[in-house]
């Protein structure tokens, strides 16, 4: 979720430029603009690379975006299937 506390002082704008949105997501192994699926749970939803995540976090790890820290508090953390498209 955007808040200064979880990222920085500018929580609207991901790595990219982009301001944050539904249907985006923070990779750091995947270029900015590559398109993925999380079809188990999205089903066809397409979502973009457009931010980073802390390099704690590794290559192999994503952070969907969520309009509010509760929503992703029900999400929590998941190992899910990332088809790249």
Same mark, same amino acid.
């Given at each position: 979720?955007?808040?200064?506390?979880? &990222?920085?002082?500018? /929580?609207? &704008?991901?790595?990219? !430029?982009? %301001?944050?949105?539904?249907?985006?997501?923070?990779? $750091?192994?995947?270029?900015? !603009? &590559? %398109?993925? *699926?999380? /079809? =188990?749970?999205?089903?066809? %939803?397409?979502?973009?690379?457009?931010?980073?995540? $802390?390099?704690?976090? !590794? =290559?192999?790890?994503?952070?969907?975006?969520?309009?509010? %820290? $509760?929503?992703?508090? =029900?999400? !929590?953390? *998941?190992?899910? *299937?990332?088809?790249?498209?």
């Amino acid at each position: 979720s955007s808040s200064v506390e979880e &990222t920085d002082s500018d /929580p609207f &704008t991901a790595a990219s !430029g982009a %301001k944050v949105h539904d249907g985006m997501i923070a990779h $750091n192994g995947l270029p900015f !603009g &590559t %398109k993925v *699926r999380f /079809p =188990q749970y999205f089903g066809d %939803k397409v979502f973009v690379v457009e931010d980073r995540m $802390n390099a704690r976090y !590794g =290559q192999y790890s994503a952070d969907i975006w969520m309009p509010s %820290k $509760n929503a992703a508090k =029900q999400w !929590g953390v *998941r190992v899910v *299937r990332m088809e790249i498209i």
